[in-house]
């Protein structure tokens, strides 16, 4: 089960720090995504990573823009966004895959609530 947070309103050009814990996994068994949903748009992965293998991966949207980072002490990963921009107003949510070097490719599955992040003046 996942636990998203951080998400808010801000500027153009702004930054925000996504949060997602999970309880009763372990992340350095797991692969993990950050997924988002924009209203009238499809379901779309943005992120991943594998920390035990030290693998990420990101859409080319955000490329150069987040960054994904996990604390497998703390059973949570971040997703740091920065420069943001209109488009990527969606709800941003996180899942679990069985850890993959290629976690882009994983099956994932167990999404939490989501977190609403808006990018409006």
């Known amino acids: 089960r996942f636990v998203e947070s951080g998400g808010g309103l801000v500027q153009p050009g702004g930054s925000l720090r996504l949060s997602c814990t999970t309880s009763g996994l372990t992340l350095d068994t797991a692969s993990i995504g950050w997924f988002r949903q924009a209203p009238g748009k499809e379901h779309e992965g943005i992120a991943c990573i594998s920390s035990t293998v030290g693998s990420t991966w990101y859409t080319d949207s955000v490329k150069g823009r987040f960054t994904i980072s996990a604390d497998n002490a703390e059973n949570t990963v971040y997703l740091q966004m920065s420069s943001l921009k209109p488009e990527d107003t969606a709800v941003y949510s996180c899942?679990?895959?069985?850890?993959?070097?290629?976690?882009?490719?994983?099956?994932?599955?167990?999404w939490g609530q989501g977190t609403q992040v808006n990018v409006s003046s």
């Open positions: 899942a679990a895959a069985p850890m993959s070097r290629r976690c882009h490719e994983a099956t994932y599955a167990a």
